[in-house]
């Protein structure tokens, strides 16, 4: 099964898979049997806008209601509104269907934990060992569970906008992507005072306008409308908006490591110093801010949970990744789509500054990513260690320099090694990416 890569049914973000092919009914309704087992009680479900979305959801509903535990449908919601109504209200956990940014014959489910955090690796592994061993709780006819209808977004639109006070009153274009966020984020922007002209903002699983993935490439429209409606900034959600990209005044997409170092500076100061998290794959420049702040930076491997997981045993102020995913502890310890909105026009309104100035002060490198083959992961791993002690080797291996680093780091998927470098220069980057490359060669002969 592709699911999960590697024979196991999660991955770094639960189960994914082409639909009805490899994301049956069959095993969505054994994932509601699994969940309803080990969290039983009351479990809210939703799903993305994807056309085998509201299949899945029916069977997922329905495997959770024959363990004796509440299905709680909330429909059609971001992944982040289904973790905050889960973490608010008095549900034992959660459920969304979606395939996030991946194409659209895909669909995927996930798991949520009572707080609202997805889950973590070994909840996960738990999950899956229930879920093969088929020991599933069966309640008797006149104890399975019930079905109960509820909206999650109003509830999530509120929190985000009573969380930020603006001054000024922002143009923002919205491109929703005809993903979940139709139902959320021009609603979002609206209520926090703003003018909101959004586009691609009917739920449409076909996604007939672009790839579910926001990319700098197919913004093309976004862009355009931004300048067309002198606007002051644009945002882009993936299918389920636990992530947010940005696009400036001027029609310019701004780098994803840029706004999660703009976010990161943000809270650092705003707090005095503190923790932020982010994988060990993210750009150099986060650090290079949030210690100009007093700050400090905590690296963990590659993925949203991982991340989440050290935001709360170090009482990190902030936390995300580099592909648009920011975490805001104080609402919700998971990646959020609708509060990055919030957040980027908060900074916008504090500091009187366009998007594009306060992108142009964070320290600017190069990235160039990568793989090459790699047959033999734990040989590269072990020598790695062995020739790198002083590198950072909770993902692989990130070797830093003065003006760069580097990250070779082995699939868990695929027979391969990423590299990635940054650098100051474009010439250094280059330099450094080689040596990446020279680096596995060696290893591996
Ligand atoms: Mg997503």
């Known amino acids: 099964m592709r699911v999960g890569g590697s024979g196991e049914l999660f991955g770094t973000n639960g189960v994914r898979g082409i639909a009805n092919e490899e994301l049956t009914p069959e095993l969505a309704l054994n994932l509601g049997r699994t969940i309803g087992t080990l969290r039983p009680g009351k479990i809210a479900v939703a799903c993305d806008a994807r056309i085998s979305s509201s299949m899945l959801k029916c069977a997922v509903c329905s495997g959770i209601m024959s363990t004796g535990s509440d299905s709680i449908d909330v429909g059609i919601a971001p992944t982040p509104a289904l973790q905050f109504y ?126 579910p993935e926001p990319t700098d490439n197919n913004l093309t429209l976004l862009k355009k409308a931004v300048v067309d409606f002198n606007a002051d900034l644009g945002v882009a959600h993936d299918g389920d908006a636990d992530r947010a990209v940005f696009v400036d005044e001027n029609g310019n997409f701004v780098g994803e490591d840029v706004v999660l170092a703009l976010m ?85 309104d ?44 909770i993902d692989g291996a990130r070797i830093d320099f003065e003006d760069g680093w580097v990250l070779i780091r082995p699939s868990g998927t695929e027979p391969i090694a990423r590299i990635f470098a940054e650098g100051t220069t474009t010439k250094r980057v280059e330099e450094l990416y080689e040596f990446g490359v020279k680096t596995v060669k060696k290893i591996l002969g």
């Open 350 to 393: 504090e500091t009187g500054k366009k998007l594009s100035e306060l992108a142009a002060e964070i320290p600017k490198y190069y990235i160039v990513k990568g793989k090459i083959p790699c047959k033999d992961k734990k040989k590269l791993l072990h020598e790695l260690k062995k020739e790198f002690p002083e590198a950072n080797h």
């Open 264 to 348: 990161a500076k943000y809270y650092v100061k705003k707090s005095g110093g503190g923790v932020v998290v982010t994988p060990v794959s993210s750009s150099k420049c986060v650090e290079d801010v949030v210690k100009m702040e007093g700050g400090e930076v905590v690296y963990t491997a590659v993925g949203s949970p991982i991340v989440a997981k050290v935001m709360i045993e170090k009482d990190a102020v902030f936390g995300g990744e580099g592909n648009g995913g920011l975490i805001f502890p104080e609402h919700l310890v998971a990646r959020d789509g609708g509060m990055s909105i919030a957040k980027i026009l908060q900074l916008m």
């Open 86 to 211: 889960v973490k608010e209200t008095d549900c034992n956990a959660g459920v969304i269907v979606t395939a996030s940014h991946n194409p659209r014959e895909y669909n995927g489910i996930k798991f949520v934990q009572e707080n609202g955090m997805e889950f973590f690796r070994e909840m996960d592994e738990e999950s899956e060992r229930v879920y093969k061993s088929k020991k599933f709780r069966v309640a008797s006819w006149s104890e399975v569970g019930q079905l109960y209808d509820d909206d999650c977004n109003e509830l999530y639109i509120n929190a985000v906008v009573e969380s930020v006070d603006l001054d000024k009153k922002f143009r923002v274009v919205v491109d929703c992507g005809n993903g979940a966020s139709c139902l959320t984020s021009p609603e979002i922007v609206k209520r926090l005072g703003c003018d909101v002209y959004s586009i691609n903002s009917h739920p449409d699983g076909r996604f007939p306008a672009r790839d």
